[in-house]
T-cell receptor, first 114, second 115 residues
């Protein structure tokens, strides 16, 4: 699976939009971009995923560049509870005879400040 | 909320003891994964089940580790003769493979400390 590069840490003011970048320049055509976050001492929480079109759900928006080499996760109105480590993961689609082994990097530690 | 559950949430044991963790996946999910997370690192894949069959194991899973998923429902992860290096968070995730679409949902994890 392709590797990803994320900033180690970011800060954002409460109420503002948090934009988390991710580079995945070696992504291949059958790989999705997934975002998870992990709040301290909890299991990772699924946020959103996409292939090439922009995606939006109740938690966030995902913007993928046209060449698919990078993406941005947007939390539109960050709250203190959004403080967490955010992981950008590139993974193949589900394979009938193979595991979807998510490869977590170091992630971005996002701190939302009051 | 019928998410993934894990038990126990915390376990402290002495070196050399055996420990067993349990994971209850989301109902009707046909895939179940185990990951391990050490301090300051992201989770790492250990093994996965499709229904009751264990189809892949990481080389991280030494012969002291064994996992089962009887009847394709809950799963257990056992560590025999624990070592201090086994101290970590053990995470379980489940997913429903429908066609080629798959999203894993994680449980809260079991934090193991080996003294």
């Amino acid at each position: 699976d392709a590797k990803t590069t994320q900033p180690t840490s970011m800060d954002c003011a409460e109420g503002r939009a948090a934009n988390l970048p991710c580079n995945h320049s070696t992504i291949s055509g059958n790989e999705y971009v997934y975002w998870y976050r992990q709040i301290h001492s909890q299991g990772p929480q699924y946020i959103i995923h996409g292939l090439k079109n922009n995606e939006t759900n109740e938690m966030a928006s995902l913007i993928i560049t046209e060449d698919r080499k990078s993406s941005t996760l947007i939390l539109p109105h960050a709250t203190l509870r959004d403080t967490a480590v955010y992981y950008c993961i590139v993974s193949r689609l589900g394979i009938i005879q193979g595991a979807q082994k998510l490869v977590f990097g170091q992630g971005t530690r996002l701190t939302i400040n009051p | 909320d019928t998410g993934v559950s894990q038990d126990p949430r915390h376990k402290i044991t002495k070196r050399g003891q055996n420990v067993t963790f349990r994971c209850d996946p989301i109902s009707e999910h046909n895939r179940l994964y185990w990951y391990r997370q050490t301090l300051g690192q992201g989770p790492e894949f250990l093994t996965y089940f499709q229904n009751e069959a264990q189809l892949e194991k990481s080389r991280l899973l030494s012969d002291r580790f064994s996992a089962e998923r009887p009847k394709g429902s809950f799963s257990t992860l056992e560590i025999q003769r624990t070592e201090q290096g086994d101290s970590a968070m053990y995470l379980c995730a489940s997913s429903l493979l429908a066609g080629i679409r798959e999203t894993q949902y994680f449980g809260p994890g079991t934090r193991l400390l080996v003294l």
